[in-house]
């Protein structure tokens, strides 16, 4: 209740609160002005905790566009990285002493096979003829194809190292794409060249004259070079992920495999392309062959039809070499081969080849193995030659 002076009491039973209405006031206003205080600090707090909640979601997407940019960085950095990592034959420094070891045999033979070959037909005026004018051809695309490879897998195995320039790696699969190419070329004109001498012997000499053997041996060497500037030049434009290649040399669908984009669909159409043309050449071949059989059955003597064969068996044992370990190295899923098959496989059509064709062509030819001889008696290489005794044997 109110008294007469305007005080307000309160009756609390036997306790009695008098409270003037100033002081009601001031208690009223200062809650009032509390209340406001801790709604501008509640808005002051929220403001703030969008502001950090802003800065964190800015903070976010600048990381991803930071990713992302790295991302895009790292692909241009493998496409213009300076260098690529090879597969490795084996971390122990034994194995890879013994690697280097049979990888430097295996190149001396094969360069002493082949080198044998273009000597013994440069210097014996008897093998100035067509075929061994093809064969030489042959030897020195072995020589080079072999050389291409092993010596750099050498060197990485005695150095302890997997790495490869850019541009040795661009080099490396220019001139083996090249050096194949170039090999099946010849061997289809060496079938065209057996064709012609065995099912049409009186037109021998008119069509395969000296000039008409340049210009065929000089059109090999060229598709050869235009394949692999194909090939090379779609392999290298596409964007890499990485650098690491699951082979001991800079092959082709190990290159691919590492691709970011989808010009890769470019190379694997010229492939393709490339391959229709190696296969059209080998059915040539092969049908070439069945005429040539075809004409050796129909001969009376049996001293003619051998002195035929083995002019043709040599060659048809080495396409079918070429062909197969191409064949069964490329013509498999990548995806689900393991990096051991890969070396076996490169190996096998890489490194056979070259090593076994002198061997093919001196252990079926007379002529071959003659001039051979007559190069050791002559002076070129020492009587108690390992070549000699090998070319006794073989005879």
């Given at each position: 209740m109110e008294?007469?002076?305007?005080?307000i009491i309160i009756d609390m039973g036997k306790v009695h609160l008098v409270l003037h209405p100033a002081l009601t006031n001031r208690h009223a206003v200062g809650h009032i002005q509390r209340k406001n205080e801790e709604l501008i600090l509640d808005n002051r707090t929220s403001r703030k905790m969008e502001a950090e909640n802003l800065m964190k979601r800015t903070g976010e997407q600048m990381r991803l566009q930071g990713d992302l940019q790295l991302d895009n960085e790292s692909k241009i950095n493998f496409t213009s990285t300076s260098e690529f990592l090879l597969l490795g034959f084996s971390d122990v420094r034994e194995l890879q002493i013994l690697h280097f070891l049979v990888f430097?045999?295996?190149?001396?033979?094969?360069?002493?096979?082949?080198?044998?070959?273009?000597?013994a037909v440069m210097l014996d005026h008897h093998?100035?003829?067509?075929?061994?004018?093809?064969?030489m051809n042959l030897a020195i695309m072995d020589l080079g194809?072999?050389?291409?490879?092993l010596p750099k897998a050498m060197a990485n195995s005695f150095l302890n190292t997997r790495s490869i320039s850019y541009s040795g790696c661009v080099a490396q699969e220019f001139f083996y794409v090249f050096l194949e190419g170039a090999d099946f070329a010849i061997l289809t004109i060496m079938a065209h060249d057996r064709h012609i001498a065995i099912c049409h012997p009186l037109q021998y000499e008119t069509v395969m004259h000296i000039e008409a053997c340049?210009?065929?041996?000089?059109?090999?060497?060229?598709?050869?070079?235009l394949n692999a500037t194909l090939n090379t030049g779609a392999t290298f434009a596409i964007t890499f992920c990485s650098n690491i290649i699951n082979q001991f040399f800079c092959e082709i669908p190990q290159i691919l495999r590492l691709s970011c984009s989808d010009l890769y669909l470019i190379e694997i159409g010229i492939i393709l392309f490339t391959a229709s043309l190696i296969g059209g050449c080998f059915i040539y071949i092969i049908i070439t062959y069945m005429k040539i059989f075809a004409t050796i059955l129909k001969m009376p003597s049996m001293q003619g039809r051998k002195k035929a064969l083995s002019t043709c068996l040599p060659h048809l044992t080495v396409v079918s070499l070429l062909l197969f370990t191409g064949m069964f190295a490329y013509?498999?899923?990548?995806?689900n081969?393991?990096?051991?098959?890969?070396?076996?496989?490169?190996?096998?059509?890489?490194i056979l080849p070259p090593l076994l064709n002198p061997f093919i062509y001196s252990m079926r030819n007379k002529e071959i193995k003659t001039a051979l001889l007559k190069l050791i008696d002559l002076g070129h290489f020492p009587q108690t030659s390992s070549c000699r005794i090998l070319l006794v044997k073989l005879g």
């Open positions: 008294d007469s002076k305007g005080m430097l045999a295996v190149y001396l033979v094969a360069v002493a096979g082949n080198l044998l070959i273009i000597m093998l100035h003829m067509p075929m061994y004018f093809f064969l194809s072999i050389s291409v490879i340049i210009q065929m041996a000089a059109s090999a060497w060229i598709a050869g070079i013509v498999r899923p990548l995806g081969t393991s990096s051991e098959m890969n070396v076996i496989c490169a190996l096998m059509y890489a």
